[in-house]
């Protein structure tokens, strides 16, 4: 393994003039307020980690859908860095956000449904009102990943089947519960979901660390998955540092994780399946692993 390419971070500004909070639903995350991370210091944690390049993602808790930071941190560092922006599904210019964003050089949108300061599940992700901006991901190639719940399995069924050509990408593998361990009874609606070509599988700190937990091994899970998935539709971030690092630990922690798996499959999950989802993200550049 030559390259490594983390395609879940985030970056939180100093300037809280320029770049004022303002979190999704109104509450900030404790993350963002105790381990706020530049643009500088994740390209210096980056670096200690052995960390290639990045897919930076927009810190929801923190900005809301204001990305100007994130396309700040793309701008000044595209040698590094790509981002994954989010936007008000729902507003009159949806879809003319979505270009504007798209034209600033981010590649990738998320959809915010669920996380530590909205721990259920909403309700909107399959509305059709959403779809324009689907339609508009489908035409030029975006990547669209989901920051979702179990209990969206219906509305996610609905968009893959949808949207057949969108790459769909659950963050965190969706939460799904492994601590059952094999055959993994709990999980059964996510494999029952490897038949959709479209299914990308974003394998994170926290999807590390449940591996663990209860009756689940590494060993006994991260096979199970590429053989259902394959390692070209599966690709690791870190989450730091809404993850507490350094991130090099949280590398570490994946590469002994994975160590179950091929060096062939390894090499797909740390950068190749990340350079098919964000072409931008593909060139020669290499750092030892």
């Known amino acids: 393994m030559k390259s490594i390419i983390d395609i ?8 809280t003039v320029r770049h004022p909070l303002a979190p999704l639903g109104g509450t900030q995350s404790d993350w963002s307020r105790k381990r706020p991370t530049s643009a500088a210091d994740l390209i210096a944690a980056m670096d200690a980690a052995g960390v290639a390049k990045a897919a930076v993602v927009q810190a929801s808790t923190a900005y809301g859908c204001d990305n100007g ?13 790509t981002g994954v922006f989010s936007i008000d599904m729902f507003a009159p210019d949806a879809v003319a956000t979505f ?5 600033a050089g981010l590649t990738g949108l998320r959809l915010f449904t669920t996380g530590s300061t909205s721990p259920g599940q909403a309700s909107w992700l399959a509305d059709p009102r959403t779809f324009p901006v689907w339609e508009r991901a489908e035409a030029l190639g975006v990547p669209v990943c989901l920051q979702m ?7 996610l069924t609905t968009l893959l089947d949808r949207f057949r050509t969108v790459p769909i990408v659950l963050d965190h593998l969706a939460r799904v519960v492994l601590s059952d361990g094999p055959p993994y009874a709990a999980a059964a609606w996510l494999f029952a979901l490897a038949d ?4 990308f599988l974003k394998l994170t700190s926290r999807t590390v660390e449940q ?11 991260f096979p199970r998955l590429v053989a259902a998935f394959g390692a070209d539709r599966i690709a690791w971030g870190s989450n730091f540092p809404a993850h507490a690092g350094p991130m090099a630990r949280l590398v570490d922690a994946a590469k002994r994780a994975l160590a179950c798996l091929s060096a062939a499959d390894r090499a797909q999950i740390f950068a190749g399946t990340a350079q098919r989802l964000y072409p931008v993200l593909a060139d020669r550049t290499e750092v030892t692993a």
């Open 8 to 15: 879940h971070t985030h970056v939180i500004s100093p300037d």
């Open 69 to 81: 930071y994130l396309a700040e941190a793309v701008a000044a560092h595209p040698d590094r860095f």
């Open 99 to 103: 270009d504007r964003w798209h034209a």
């Open 149 to 155: 719940r179990p209990e969206g399995l219906a509305d």
């Open 196 to 199: 959709r070509p479209n299914l």
């Open 211 to 221: 591996s663990a937990e209860g009756g689940s091994t590494p060993e006994a899970f």
